[in-house]
């Protein structure tokens, strides 16, 4: 099936328009799909005034989803945040409703990460709606881990290549979640886990960068300070411009992301009289390979 794509930057996010996400049969499923993975780790699928039920079953031709009946659930954490009647869905929101209780986490996702790393299958794809958004800001920066991978030098792919990194939801409860109530069941097993420090893409066998500074505690074998240092060149290497899309959400926007090649930084630049809502599914990826 032919569809309209324009690429959104040389490497890794490309724009759809054109297609209606609700009514996504296997044709258009198939060729979203495949168009999301040649554009590199991310899609905008614009225009899509999309229902929460329509949502999730167009997230389940990615693969499984967090929440959904008899699959793992999101941490303990945002279990408040996760859609009454559709398990499978976060909520994102900087606004409550009329008894005080948040319609969604206020600011999600503001520190680079890759979604829910810190289990044995971290996240595949995540879908992300835009229902409500402000006048302007509240933008999302992405960066392109794959690219990010092939500009390092021989030496240094070298010496990653045998390297595991803990991935460690302790790590963001002591500085992304310090502000909010961490739950102790998500300090224990089922949210740490070792991966290696550069992946190869199930789908696309690319190799990209796999780690992240809202997750990743520390490199396995390596002193503090080593992990620390190696750790902190990947980062700014990974987030210089050329790597990085800022997508400025316009209203309906549906994005496609990919966990596994990218990470992402939601900017909360703006006020509480701006409301701002997203409905987000996570795919259940597959355990990262080297
Ligand atoms: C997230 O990390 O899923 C939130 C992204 C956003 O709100 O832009």
Known sequence: MELNVHALTPRFAAEVTGVDVAQAGGNL?????????????????????????????????????FGAPGEDPLQETVSIYIHPDHPEIYRVSNQVDSQGKPKGRKGAGTYWHSDVSFRERPAGASILSAKQLPDVGGDTIFCD?????AAL?????????????????????RTQYASAVVVDDDMAGA?????PVVRRHAETGAKSLFVNPGFTSHIEGFHEGESAALLGFLYAHCTRPEF??????????????????TM???????????????????VIGERPVA
């Open 29 to 65: 499923a198939a060729a979203l799909k495949q168009a999301w993975l040649d554009a590199g780790g991310l899609l905008v699928v614009r225009d899509q005034d999309i229902a929460s039920d329509k949502h999730v079953a167009f997230s389940h031709r990615f693969g499984p989803l």
């Open 145 to 149: 881990q794959t690219s990010a991978y």
């Open 153 to 173: 030098s021989e030496a240094m792919k070298t010496l990653l290549a045998p390297l595991h990194a803990v991935h460690d939801f302790a790590q963001a409860a």
């Open 191 to 195: 949210n740490k886990a070792l991966h």
């Open 244 to 261: 990085l899309y800022r997508h400025r959400w316009s209203p309906r926007d549906l994005i496609i992301w990919d966990n596994r090649a």
């Open 264 to 282: 992402h930084y939601a900017v909360m630049d703006y006020g509480d009289d701006q409301p701002r809502y997203l409905e987000r599914t996570t």
